[in-house]
Structure formats: C-alpha cells, structure tokens
C-alpha cells in the first residue's frame, strides 16, 4: 500500500513488578512505508523492564496519550535554523492502525477531539536534521498539570518543562530521550523511535511468612525507629536513618525537566522541586486478611514512589541511606485460637542496597519464620532489581532486640542470584553486619560455619543457633565443631574479614552459616546470638548464544 503519509509514535521504557529489569528499551523498528509523498514517522516501544512491548500494551501504560516536541534544522550555506514541526502535539492511541495516512500502528494525531488544529507532517528533505522528545502524564493525566515544552530550552540547561502533581499521581509520569536524526532520503524512510522511561523509582515491600502451623496476622508498622507512634495496620514504612527524606503520597511536587543536550538519545534530567516532610518512605496498603502469604511468589506486595531532588546530570543515583523496618505482629495457630505476640521487630536494610536510580523496580521482601526456639521472628529479603542482566537479590536476618538494646542484622548479597533464596557456588557472597539497637558493629564477632545435618533434620536459623549454644567451647575463643540435634556446624576459613564488606566465597554445593555472637565475656546465649543460614546451590550453567 502506497502512503502519502506515515506517521507512527509507539512509546517505549517503563516498570514492571518482579525478576529483573530493562532500561535500554531496544526493539524491532518496522519498516517504513515507502512514497514518493513519505510523511514523518514515528515508532518506539514501551518497555517493562525485562522486555519491550508496543501497541496496545504500550498505550494502557501511557494513558493511551503522549505528547512529542519536533523541529527540523535548516542549513543554508553557514547559515542554520531551527523550525517547530510537532508543538506540543498530542498522539493518541486508538487501534485503528492504517486507518489514515497518519495513523499506521493505532497512534493517531490529526482531527483529535481536543486538538482539532493539529495537521499531518511530512519530511522536509532539504532539511539537514530533524529533534525530538516527547513526555506522557500516563493514566493520571486529568490530575497532573504540564506547561508547553519550550524549545528553546532544549540543551541549554535549562527547565524545559514542568509536571505539576501528587507524588501518588506523578507514579504515571515518563519521559522520553532526545531522538536527534538526519533527515532521510526517500529512500530511506525508516520510523523516528522514541524510547520513555519513569521519571521516578518503584520501591516494592513484600512480606510472607513460613511458620509451620501458625498464620500471620494484625500487622503493626511504625513510622519511627523508637519511641511512640501511631501504627498503621496496613502500610508498610522503610525509616531513613537521617530527617525529612521524603515526599509524602498527597505531598505536591514538581517535576522539572532539563535537557543539557540535543544529541541523539540524551538523557532528560528530573529534578523534584517540594517540601520533604517525612522521614520515611509511606508503601501502599498490605491486606493480611485470613493471614499473608506463605512463599516468597505469593508475598503480599504494597509499591512505593520515591523521588529525589537531588539527581543531576552527572548523579543519576540517589542513596535512601540505611533504612529501617518497624514492626509487630500476631502469630495465630492453624488448628484453633491460640496466639503469640511478637513486638518491636527491626530490620535495618544498609545503605549498600538502598542506591536507587528512576525506572528501576527495588523490592524489599521480609520473611517471619521460627528463626529461632523463642520464634526469633523475621528475616527479609532485599530484592534488587536493576537490569536484565543484573539481578540482584539480599537476605537480612533481624532480631527481636530493640532499639534499646544491642540488636544485629546480618545481609548476604551475590551478584546473579537466581531470586529464590539461593545462592551459586564459586561466586563471592557479600556480608554486611547491620546495629539494630545500641551496640556496635564489630566484624571479630562474625564467624563462617559449613552446616550439614541428619536426613529428618532441616539446617534453620533455630537449629543452628542451638547447636552454636550447646557447643563445647563456653568461651567461643577458638570454636571448630559444634552438634545439636543432628546439626553440625564446621568453622570456615573461607571469610575475609578485609574491607568495609565482607565476602567469602563458596566453593560447593551446601549451607553456609553465618553466626554474629555480641555476648562479649559471657556466655553464648540466644539472647546475644544473630543467625544467618545461606543455601549455596551448584554453579548455574552459561546460557548458549
């Protein structure tokens, strides 16, 4: 089919919940229409983070609209120009592909309802070269507000735009990078692919639990470290370690958009302009109902926006700082009423694993098990979404001690991890020791065991920590082997103890088990004892090209 004009705009980059990620949002350009009369065209992807999708999908994730600022340069000889093509012109999705000369994919933007004077556009091939970005107000657009793009802005380090909303509405905000092109000949066409991403970062809690016969439920959440608060039986709250680090959900914020350049695919700066009134990070609701769920796929899940004003161009990360979970909770039996309270859990996730960049999904899953014989009560784990290639998962144990006493979380992270709780052979493992009270971190205190059991044993927090109890050496200055149980723990040498972080190295299949004793002159006791098990699973094999 011959068309006079071609235009297409299919939008691209985006988040999705879950296994990995992907901001580069490369993708199949199809093959533009060839005429002796081609208008421009546009293409692109919206991607979800692990793959790129286009068409409908695309549109639900932009509300079905975006909005594309164009202009051609004009070269004659040392003489340039610049001309608006597309001014603030608003595409819309409709389905109809090849309906019209400008509508090819679905994405319409001639005799729309509400811009009326928009007019199809065709290449200028005299025309030395052709610039373009583009934004979407997604699906909360009826509740955000955006000035016109001023194209004299563009590359100047100056605000381009501005979106105007709630930090719950400004969820849905993209932008796109710059598309700077030659013009084509007639002969070859090919479609303009704009690629948009978030302008914000997706911070994900989950909590599930795997106490044999007992259910979870009346979740408490604290929005303060220590002292009083008012508890929230439904949202989640990650506490910085430092003051007013965040914008609350209804808190309005404006998003300022600077381009400090107009080559090809560079990058829109966003920089937040409100007031930070909370010292934490306020998640989505989390329904307990009859009890959370039971495994790590079935969490239940509450999502966050954080937004920074602090990125820059040259600082596309922003550092949450440490990050602390309050929490109490009710254990109910399966088998009738009875119940165990459990009070003032802390959880500090390091500051390591809290480096966020806008487009990315970071997921934070906590875990309640029977750690210990006194149900020492929570384990997270930090998932870490960054790329497709990239996954990054950690494990945080967390005591029960509060903040008024010496308490200590233990994270393990390896680069890779398969995001099942397990961790691969002959890669190193990462191990931060984290003060959840008074105390201090001292790595001396940390000591690497080789675990392995009786068949009808399970190698869990609770065993372990009961074998490094009952072990023979009272005094824990040279422990070697400790049994209980069918539990028996061997001292490995496999730790380094250098850096700010320490590592070992697995090199088979098996447990490895982290003991963090802070009893100092005393006894061993389960009181001063934090426990990390980490089930190391055989190397992964190299996928085939």
Same mark, same amino acid.
């Given at each position: 089919?011959?068309?006079?004009?071609?235009?297409?705009?299919?939008?691209?980059?985006?988040?999705?919940?879950?296994?990995?990620?992907?901001?580069?949002?490369?993708?199949?350009?199809?093959?533009?229409?060839?005429?002796?009369?081609?208008?421009?065209?546009?293409?692109?992807?919206?991607?979800?983070?692990?793959?790129?999708?286009?068409?409908?999908?695309?549109?639900?994730?932009?509300?079905?609209?975006?909005?594309? &600022?164009?202009?051609?340069?004009?070269?004659?000889? #040392?003489?340039?120009?610049?001309?608006?093509?597309?001014?603030?012109?608003?595409?819309?999705?409709?389905?109809?592909?090849?309906?019209?000369?400008?509508?090819?994919?679905?994405?319409?933007?001639?005799?729309?309802?509400?811009?009326?004077?928009?007019?199809?556009?065709?290449?200028?091939?005299?025309?030395?070269?052709?610039?373009?970005?583009?934004?979407?107000?997604?699906?909360?657009?009826?509740?955000?507000?955006?000035?016109?793009?001023?194209?004299?802005?563009?590359?100047?380090?100056?605000?381009?735009?501005?979106?105007?909303?709630?930090? $719950?509405?400004?969820?849905?905000?993209?932008? #796109?990078?710059?598309?700077?092109?030659?013009? *084509?000949?007639?002969?070859?066409?090919?479609?303009?692919?704009?690629?948009?991403?978030?302008?914000?970062?997706?911070?994900?809690?989950?909590?599930?639990?795997?106490?044999?016969?007992?259910?979870?439920?009346?979740?408490?959440?604290?929005?303060?470290?220590?002292?009083?608060?008012? *508890?929230?039986?439904?949202?989640?709250?990650?506490?910085?370690?430092?003051?007013? %680090?965040?914008?609350?959900?209804?808190?309005?914020?404006?998003?300022?958009?600077?381009?400090?350049?107009?080559?090809?695919?560079?990058?829109?700066?966003?920089?937040?302009?409100?007031?930070?009134?909370?010292?934490?990070?306020?998640?989505?609701?989390?329904?307990?109902?009859?009890?959370?769920?039971? %495994?790590?796929?079935?969490?239940?899940?509450?999502?966050?926006?954080?937004? &920074?004003?602090?990125?820059?161009?040259?600082?596309?990360?922003?550092?949450?700082?440490?990050?602390?979970?309050?929490?109490?909770?009710?254990?109910?039996?399966?088998?009738?009423?009875?119940?165990?309270?459990?009070?003032?859990?802390?959880?500090?996730? *390091?500051?390591?694993?809290?480096?966020?960049?806008?487009?990315?999904?970071?997921?934070?899953?906590?875990?309640?098990?029977?750690?210990?014989?006194?149900?020492? *009560?929570?384990?997270?784990?930090?998932?870490?979404?960054?790329? &497709?290639?990239?996954?990054?998962?950690?494990?945080?144990?967390?005591?029960?001690?509060?903040?008024?006493?010496? =308490?200590?979380?233990?994270?393990?992270?390896?680069?890779?991890?398969?995001?099942?709780?397990?961790?691969?052979?002959?890669?190193?493992?990462?191990?931060?020791?984290?003060?959840?009270?008074?105390?201090?971190?001292?790595?001396?205190?940390?000591?690497?065991?080789?675990?392995?059991?009786?068949?009808?044993?399970?190698?869990?927090?609770?065993?372990?920590?009961?074998?490094?109890?009952? =072990?023979?050496? #009272?005094?824990?200055?040279?422990?070697?082997?400790?049994?209980?149980?069918?539990?028996?723990?061997?001292?490995?040498?496999?730790? $380094?103890? #250098?850096?700010?972080?320490?590592?070992?190295?697995?090199?088979?299949?098996?447990?490895?088990?982290?003991?963090?004793?802070?009893?100092?002159?005393?006894?061993?006791?389960?009181?001063?004892?934090?426990?990390?098990?980490?089930?190391?699973?055989?190397?992964?094999?190299?996928?085939?090209?």
């Amino acid at each position: 089919m011959k068309l006079k004009s071609y235009l297409l705009l299919l939008a691209g980059a985006a988040m999705a919940f879950a296994s990995c990620s992907d901001d580069k949002y490369t993708g199949v350009q199809e093959p533009a229409a060839i005429g002796s009369d081609t208008a421009i065209a546009f293409s692109g992807l919206r991607g979800n983070q692990s793959r790129a999708i286009d068409g409908k999908a695309a549109a639900d994730s932009l509300g079905s609209e975006f909005v594309v &600022e164009g202009f051609k340069t004009i070269s004659e000889g #040392s003489t340039t120009s610049s001309q608006l093509v597309f001014n603030d012109y608003h595409v819309q999705y409709n389905g109809n592909a090849g309906s019209t000369d400008s509508n090819t994919k679905g994405w319409e933007y001639v005799a729309l309802d509400d811009y009326a004077t928009q007019s199809i556009k065709y290449w200028d091939f005299d025309a030395s070269s052709y610039t373009f970005v583009a934004y979407s107000l997604g699906n909360n657009k009826a509740n955000l507000t955006a000035t016109a793009i001023d194209n004299t802005k563009l590359g100047q380090n100056e605000v381009a735009y501005t979106v105007t909303g709630t930090m $719950e509405n400004l969820s849905s905000f993209f932008v #796109s990078k710059v598309v700077a092109m030659t013009t *084509p000949t007639s002969t070859t066409i090919s479609p303009v692919t704009l690629s948009f991403k978030r302008a914000h970062t997706n911070v994900v809690v989950g909590i599930y639990e795997t106490v044999p016969g007992y259910s979870v439920v009346d979740i408490n959440f604290y929005p303060v470290v220590s002292g009083e608060a008012t *508890p929230s039986t439904t949202n989640p709250y990650l506490i910085s370690s430092g003051t007013n %680090s965040f914008y609350g959900p209804s808190a309005s914020v404006t998003a300022k958009v600077t381009y400090s350049a107009v080559t090809d695919e560079a990058e829109p700066v966003v920089v937040y302009d409100g007031t930070k009134d909370q010292s934490y990070l306020t998640c989505g609701a989390i329904n307990t109902g009859n009890g959370i769920g039971t %495994s790590s796929v079935e969490a239940t899940f509450a999502k966050a926006v954080a937004v &920074e004003p602090t990125v820059t161009a040259t600082n596309s990360e922003v550092t949450a700082g440490d990050l602390t979970l309050r929490v109490s909770y009710t254990l109910k039996a399966d088998d009738g009423d009875e119940t165990i309270q459990v009070k003032d859990a802390l959880a500090v996730i *390091p500051s390591t694993y809290t480096k966020w960049e806008a487009n990315h999904i970071y997921t934070y899953i906590f875990k309640i098990t029977n750690a210990t014989s006194n149900l020492y *009560p929570i384990t997270f784990d930090a998932v870490v979404d960054l790329d &497709e290639d990239d996954y990054k998962e950690t494990i945080t144990t967390v005591t029960t001690n509060n903040e008024d006493s010496a =308490g200590y979380s233990i994270t393990t992270y390896q680069d890779g991890t398969n995001g099942q709780d397990e961790y691969y052979a002959g890669k190193a493992i990462d191990v931060t020791v984290m003060a959840t009270g008074t105390g201090s971190v001292d790595y001396n205190n940390l000591t690497l065991y080789t675990a392995t059991a009786d068949p009808t044993t399970l190698i869990t927090e609770s065993n372990c920590i009961n074998a490094y109890i009952a =072990g023979p050496d #009272s005094s824990r200055t040279t422990p070697e082997t400790y049994s209980f149980n069918g539990v028996t723990l061997t001292e490995s040498s496999l730790l $380094e103890t #250098s850096g700010s972080i320490k590592a070992f190295t697995p090199s088979g299949e098996g447990y490895y088990v982290l003991i963090y004793d802070f009893s100092g002159e005393t006894e061993a006791a389960i009181d001063n004892v934090t426990c990390k098990v980490v089930k190391v699973g055989a190397a992964p094999e190299e996928e085939e090209e």
